[in-house]
C-alpha cells in the first residue's frame, strides 16, 4: 500500500534532523564550569579548595553557583531539555519505518530458505551501529566538553577526574551526517522488487512434481496441494489496494487477529524482556564500568564498542546462518532460542561476585571514628570553614582513604609535578594526614580494576548467546502470522517493544542505581548528581536486574516451546485420523476398480 523504502529514506532524514537537534543544547548554553574553575588563571583553581584557617568566619562571597539558580537560568534549562526532548521525539518518529518495513521488504520478495539469513545479516550490521557509537564516543569523551570555546587559561582536569565532561555534542553532529548520506539510496529503490530466481525455480520443482504425481493417478491429494498453491500464491502476489476508509475498517480485525496470536505475544514478550536488559545495561553499563572498576567514561565505551557489540553481531550471523542450514522449524527455533537464554543466565551468576567494596571515604563510608587520627579529624577541619557543597576529591595514597576536597584534609599548600609527560597535582600540609603529608588530587583507585576485563569478557559471551535467538524469534513471528499481517505484526512488535521496553527499562534502572547512593551532591538546595556509590550494593542489583529479566525471557521460550509441541501433537493426531479415513475409503473402492483396470 505505500512505498516502503521511500518511507525508509524520509525517517532516516528525521533521524539525522534529530541528531542535529540533540547537539543544539551546546552551542545555545553557557560554558561548562565545574567547581572552583577560572577562565582567568589556573593556579586560582587549586587555591579555591585548600584549607584557609581564620580566626572569624569569613566573609560571604559570591558563590558563582548561586547564579545558576537564577529563574533566567532555570528558564534556558527547561528549554534545554524541551529541544532534548523535541529530538527524542523526533528520533522515534523516524525510526518507526526503518526496521517494520525493512524486515517486510527483504522478506516479501527472498526466497524462505534465504529469509532467516538476509533478516540475520539486517540485524548484525544494525548492532554495527551501537559499536560504532560506542567507539566513537569513547573517543569524543575524551576530549573536553568545551572544546570549541577554551578558557584562556586551561582547564586543571584530566580525563580521569570525576568532574570531567567529554565532549557529548559532537558524536550526535558526525553521526547525524552519516544518517544524512545513508538515507540517499533509499529513495531509488523500486516500490517492488523481483523475486529471487531461487524461488522461481522451487516453485517449478513443486508445479512438476504435482504434474507428476497427477500423471501416475494420485488425483485428489495433489490437485488440492496445487489448487492451495497457486490460491495462496494469488492471495499474496494479487493485494488489491484498500482505501484510508476500507483499511480502517479492516485494522481493528487485523489487530485483534495478530494480538490473539499465542506464539507472537510470547515471542514479543520474550523480546520486550530482553529489550528491557539491553535498554538499562545501553544506558548504564559506561556508568556502573565507571565507579566499579574505576576506568574512564572513554574507556568504557571503548570496551562495549570493541567486546560487547561485536560478539552480539556475531551471534546474530550464528542464529541466521543455523536457521538457514539446518532448515530449522518453529520447534527447533523454539529450542534454539530456550538453549541460547539458558546459557545466558548462567553466564550471568559469576557477575555477582566480581567487583569490589566502595573506597574509603572520609565522613561517608568511613566515619570519623575510624579514621587513622580520629581526634583530629573534627579539630583539623573546623577552622577551615569548608563549604559543605564542594567537591574536588583528592586521595591520601598511604592509607587509600578519599577526602571530598583538600579543604577537608586540612591541606593549606599544593603543588604541580612533571613526570613523564604528565602533571600531578599535589596537595601538601595536609593537617588531617598522618605527619602533615600530602595527599593527590583525584579519586582513589580502586583495587579491583584487574576485574574489569573479565567482566566484560563473561558480558560479551552472554551478549552473543542472546543475541543467537534475535533471528529464530523472529522467524517464528513471520512464519506464524498471516503474509498479509507481516508489516502489521513486526510494526507493532516494535511498538510494544518501545513502549514496554526502551521507556520504562533506563527508569527502572536508574532508579534501582539512586537507590545505592550514599553521597548525594546538592544543587540550588535541591539533590542534584550522586557522588558515590555503595559498590556492593549497585553490582547486585544492577546485575540482578539482568538476571530477572533473563529468567523472564527463558520463561517465555519454554512456554512457546510447550505450545508448539502441543500444536504439533494434535495436527499429527489429525494427520492420522484423516489417513485411516482415506486408507480404508481405498480399500472399500478397491474392488469396484479392479476389473475396470483389468479390462483395460
Known amino acids: 500500500r505505500v512505498h516502503r523504502p521511500r518511507l525508509i529514506g524520509c525517517g532516516a532524514v528525521l533521524v539525522a534532523l534529530a541528531g542535529l537537534l540533540m547537539s543544539l543544547p551546546h552551542f545555545i548554553s553557557e560554558p561548562y ?8 588563571d589556573m593556579p586560582q583553581d587549586f587555591e579555591a579548595s585548600l584549607c584557609q584557617p581564620t580566626t572569624s568566619v569569613p566573609a560571604p562571597t559570591p558563590d558563582p553557583s548561586n547564579s545558576s539558580c537564577s529563574s533566567y537560568t532555570e528558564t534556558q534549562h527547561l528549554a534545554v531539555v524541551g529541544i532534548m526532548f523535541a529530538a527524542q521525539t523526533l528520533l522515534g518518529v523516524g ?26 545479516i539486517l540485524f548484525a550490521v544494525t548492532m554495527m551501529g551501537p559499536g560504532m557509537a560506542y567507539g566513537l564516543g569513547g573517543l569524543m569523551l575524551r576530549l573536553y566538553v568545551d572544546i570549541d570555546r577554551m578558557p584562556e587559561g586551561g582547564i586543571s582536569l584530566t580525563s580521569k577526574d570525576p568532574r570531567w565532561v567529554g565532549a557529548w555534542w559532537l558524536g550526535f553532529l558526525v553521526s547525524a551526517g552519516a544518517v544524512a548520506l545513508a538515507a540517499v539510496p533509499y529513495f531509488f529503490f523500486p516500490r517492488e522488487m523481483p523475486r529471487e530466481k531461487h524461488e522461481l525455480r522451487f516453485r517449478r520443482r ?9 500423471s501416475k493417478g494420485e488425483d485428489s491429494p495433489p490437485e488440492s496441494l496445487a489448487e492451495s498453491q497457486e490460491k495462496q500464491d494469488s492471495l499474496t502476489q494479487i493485494a488489491p489496494d484498500l482505501t484510508v476508509i476500507q483499511f480502517i475498517k479492516v485494522f481493528p480485525r487485523v489487530l485483534l487477529r495478530t494480538l490473539r496470536h499465542p506464539i507472537f505475544l510470547l515471542v514479543v514478550l520474550s523480546q520486550v524482556c530482553m529489550s528491557s536488559m539491553v535498554a538499562g545495561m545501553a544506558t548504564f553499563l559506561p556508568k556502573f564500568l565507571e565507579r566499579q572498576f574505576s576506568i574512564t567514561a572513554s574507556y568504557a565505551n571503548l570496551l562495549i564498542g570493541c567486546l560487547t557489540i561485536p560478539s552480539a553481531i556475531v551471534g546474530i550471523v550464528i542464529g541466521g546462518v543455523l536457521v538457514k542450514r539446518l532448515h530449522l522449524g518453529p520447534v527447533r527455533c523454539a529450542v534454539l532460542c530456550l538453549l541460547g537464554e539458558l546459557f545466558c543466565l548462567l553466564l ?29 579529624f573534627t579539630a583539623c577541619t573546623e577552622p577551615c570553614f569548608c563549604p559543605l557543597d564542594d567537591f574536588n576529591p583528592v586521595c591520601d595514597p598511604k592509607t587509600h582513604v578519599e577526602y571530598l576536597t583538600p579543604c577537608q584534609a586540612g591541606c593549606t599548600g599544593w603543588a604541580l609535578q612533571e613526570a613523564l609527560d604528565k602533571s600531578q597535582v599535589f596537595y601538601a600540609n595536609c593537617s588531617c594526614i598522618v605527619g602533615g603529608g600530602s595527599v593527590l588530587a583525584g579519586s582513589c583507585e580502586s583495587s579491583c580494576s584487574h576485574l574489569v576485563l573479565p567482566f566484560m569478557v563473561l558480558i560479551s559471551l552472554g551478549a552473543s548467546l542472546a543475541s543467537l535467538t534475535h533471528t529464530p524469534s523472529f522467524m517464528l513471528i513471520l512464519r506464524g502470522v498471516k503474509k498479509e499481517d507481516k508489516t502489521l505484526a513486526v510494526g507493532i512488535q516494535f511498538m510494544l517493544l518501545r513502549v514496554l521496553a526502551w521507556m520504562p527499562s533506563p527508569v527502572i534502572h536508574g532508579s534501582a542505581i539512586d537507590t545505592t547512593c550514599v553521597h548525594w551532591a546538592q544543587s540550588c538546595g535541591r539533590r542534584a548528581v550522586c557522588r558515590y556509590y555503595d559498590h556492593d550494593l549497585l553490582r547486585n542489583r544492577f546485575v540482578g536486574l539482568q538476571v530477572f529479566f533473563k529468567t523472564g525471557s527463558l520463561a517465555c521460550f519454554a512456554l512457546i516451546l510447550a505450545i508448539l509441541r502441543q500444536q504439533d501433537k494434535e495436527e499429527g493426531t489429525q494427520v492420522t485420523v484423516s489417513t485411516s479415513g482415506l486408507q480404508q475409503q481405498l480399500l472399500t473402492s478397491g474392488p469396484e476398480k479392479k476389473p475396470e483396470e483389468s479390462r483395460v
Do not use: K, W
Open 33 to 40: 564550569r565545574y567547581d572552583h574553575t577560572s577562565s582567568v
Open 95 to 120: 525510526a518507526v519505518p526503518i526496521q517494520p518495513f525493512g524486515i517486510s521488504y527483504i522478506d516479501d520478495f527472498a526466497h524462505n530458505s534465504n529469509s532467516p539469513l538476509y533478516v540475520g
Open 206 to 214: 513443486v508445479l512438476e512434481a504435482t504434474a507428476s504425481s497427477v
Open 348 to 376: 550471568s551468576l559469576p557477575l555477582f561476585f566480581m567487583g569490589c567494596s566502595t573506597h574509603q571515604i572520609a565522613g561517608i563510608t568511613q566515619p570519623p571514628g575510624h579514621l587513622p587520627r580520629p581526634e583530629l
